[in-house]
């Protein structure tokens, strides 16, 4: 199975400021056939399911606003919040589905300092 | 709009079974395949397993292997999940999902779609 780690479990981030969580996945998921990373974001809020904010590592889902952007490659990737505003507050999730069984990172918690 | 629309929660006794529905309404069904996931209390995300309608294929966690199962009812537009053997750690909610590619048989995709989830309670 493909572990996934992210970074930090939880983080404090004023609002404004740019908030950047981690995922390091214990082997790569770029698939060399068609250059993809083979990873999600996802965020969820309290009490509702995930919801799909980044896919293939960088690709933004349509309707996320653009302060989210994914970022990396191979083993190492990075979501970033430009401007962290009060309705991001949430865990963030990373996924990687390039082999099942498709695993997910522990989560990182994310709240307004 | 495509919707996933799960059944109701449900205490069950440990070592009976549960069987969770997931209904897609306003879109294509069998142009992609669906997973389970769960979420125990507290806890994070993690895959159970998978289906293509359009084959009937399914994919399981060695976890879960021998007691998923999975099935799609296309006249119906439903995805099933059924756990056997119950065990108090299986509380959690279950949530349905849809996967946004599919290469040849294979699923290749992120989540995309979620249902609202299925609390499932294992106790005596």
């Known amino acids: 199975d493909i572990v996934m780690t992210q970074s930090p479990d939880s983080l404090a981030v004023s609002l404004g400021e740019r908030a950047t969580i981690n995922c390091k996945s214990g082997q790569t998921i770029l698939y060399s056939s068609d250059n993809k990373n083979y990873l999600a974001w996802y965020q969820q809020k309290s009490g509702q399911p995930p919801k799909l904010l980044i896919h293939?590592?960088?690709t933004r889902e349509s309707g996320v606003p653009d302060r989210f952007s994914g970022s990396g490659s191979g083993t190492d990737f990075t979501l970033t919040i430009s401007s962290l505003q009060a309705e991001d507050v949430a865990v963030y999730y990373c996924q990687q589905y390039y082999s099942t069984p498709y695993t997910f990172g522990q989560g990182t918690m994310l709240e307004i300092k | 709009q495509v919707q996933l629309v799960q059944s109701g929660a449900g205490v069950k006794k440990p070592g009976s079974s549960v069987k969770v529905s997931c209904k897609a309404s306003g879109g294509t069904f069998n142009s992609y395949p669906f997973s389970w996931v769960r979420q125990a209390p507290g806890q994070g995300l993690e895959w159970v397993g998978g289906?293509?309608?359009?084959?009937?294929?399914?994919n399981y966690a060695q976890k879960f292997q021998g007691r998923v199962t999975i099935i799609a009812d296309e006249s119906t537009s439903t995805v099933y999940m059924e756990l056997s053997s119950l065990k108090y750690e299986d509380t959690a909610v279950y949530y349905c999902?849809?996967?946004?590619?599919?290469?040849?048989?294979?699923?290749?995709?992120?989540?995309?779609?979620w249902g609202q989830g299925t609390m499932v309670t294992v106790s005596a």
């Open positions: 293939w590592a960088s």
């Open positions: 289906i293509i309608p359009m084959f009937g294929t399914t």
């Open positions: 999902a849809r996967v946004n590619g599919l290469v040849m048989i294979i699923p290749v995709g992120a989540f995309d779609l």
